[in-house]
């Protein structure tokens, strides 16, 4: 596996791991027809927009990691519950 896919499939890095599978099992179990997986590619794009959003925010308040890890991803949505 190449080191970029790695970085994918790292739940520090990639906050939408779970997102990203769903979506590409639906597309495997639906014979890749895009229309039948629309649900899980808006859900995907949710979770990556909220975490761009969360990371902006950071990086205007000087915060740093920039991207929260994992454990941090747990607590604020165990906090305000799953926006997407």
Known sequence: MSRHAQQLRDHDINPCVAETDA????????????DMCTAYF?????CRKFWH???MQRKRNGV???M???EERKKILESIGKPY
């Open 42 to 46: 808006l859900k995907y794009k949710s």
């Open 53 to 55: 959003d969360v990371m």
């Open 23 to 34: 979506s590409r099992k639906c597309m495997d179990d639906n014979n890749y027809k895009k």
């Open 64 to 66: 740093k990691p920039e």
């Open 68 to 70: 929260p890890t994992a």
